[in-house]
């Protein structure tokens, strides 16, 4: 099944001519075209992924272990993600919430900083970024890049794909574990927030190289040691400061095939994680209310049929 009603030029955010009816987009603000380095830069990334598990795969099982331990459930959670070209695939983390946790909330949504379902342990492990090392699971098995956009649930990115503008064209590129926009930015909590990630994301997309890669993978390095700031991040020559584009959000009361649109400061919620969790998010407005708080599981089938690809220049 597709979340995503008919297949969608990522180089252009425009619906591709199909036997079903165009769906709505936002208007398209820039042309993205991904940089040559993309064409080799998978193979770095498995052989690096590959390097990293060596010393990683104790780790992971000790986590688990750990995990186990201090709270019911399994130690590695398990969630469908929006990947290159829209392919849906299995994310792997390590658990830092009750196994319960969309069920109480009536479903899944974005998790703030006060997220009463993180766990103690989940939050040191959220802290130290130790929860993400089962993803380089996912980057040997070439679902993601070790460094790129956040990859997103389905349920989310069937809504925001409609109300940021050029936010299908992240999808041109494999997903990562770190980027540029997950060290400059706070995890996801509203549009705005989300239409400052998109910026930095297709920055990326347009410029990435392997001394871009380095800086970012040293910078997220240092989080696990609590040096990662915005002096580190200056040094690097990584800052960057996002200004909101000059696109409205959707209107007060627009409604998607989702829920309605409440306000520009809204939470969403029907979708769940932002990349560091499963939770629940804290909105200071209105929130965005799904129809449905029990959306059907997608399968593992082709989120965008006949995504076409831009081609590196």
Not at 167 to 191: F, H, M
Not at 252 to 259: A, E, F, H, I
């Amino acid at each position: 099944m597709s979340l995503i009603s008919g297949p969608v030029d990522v180089s252009s955010g425009e619906p591709l001519a199909s036997g079903s009816p165009p769906v709505a987009e936002t208007p398209s603000i820039r042309d993205v075209r991904p940089s040559p380095y993309f064409r080799w830069k998978g193979i770095m990334d498995r052989a690096l992924a590959g390097m990293l598990l060596l010393p990683g795969l104790p780790i992971i099982g000790l986590l688990m272990i750990a995990v186990r331990l201090t709270s019911r459930g399994p130690g590695i959670y398990r969630q469908v993600r929006v990947g290159r070209d829209g392919r849906l695939f299995t994310l792997y983390k390590i658990r830092t919430m009750n196994h319960d946790a969309e069920q109480r909330t009536g479903g899944a949504v974005w998790s703030g900083p006060d997220d009463q379902r993180i766990t103690a342990l989940g939050r040191i492990l959220r802290k130290l970024h130790l929860d993400e090392l089962p993803q380089l699971l996912n980057v040997l098995r070439g679902d993601m890049s070790l460094v790129g956009p956040r990859p997103e649930r389905p349920e989310f990115v069937e809504v925001l794909r409609k109300a940021v503008p050029d936010y299908v064209k992240r999808l041109c590129v494999a997903p990562g574990v770190t980027g540029l926009a997950q060290v400059n930015l706070p995890p996801d909590s509203d549009l705005q927030s989300v239409h400052r990630k998109v910026a930095l994301d297709l920055e990326y997309i347009e410029r990435g190289s392997l001394g871009l890669d380095l800086r970012l993978l040293f910078c997220t390095s240092l989080r696990l040691f609590k040096l990662s700031g915005d002096p580190v991040i200056r040094w690097l020559r990584l800052e960057r400061k996002p200004a909101l584009p000059g696109h409205p959000p959707l209107g007060t009361g627009q409604t998607t095939s989702l829920g309605t649109y409440v306000s520009p400061d809204t939470v969403l919620s029907g979708g769940n994680g932002n990349g560091n969790g499963n939770g629940s998010g804290n909105g200071s407005a209105a929130r965005w209310t799904p129809r449905d708080a029990s959306h059907p599981k997608p399968d593992e089938s082709i989120l965008v049929d006949g995504l076409r690809k831009s081609k590196p220049r």
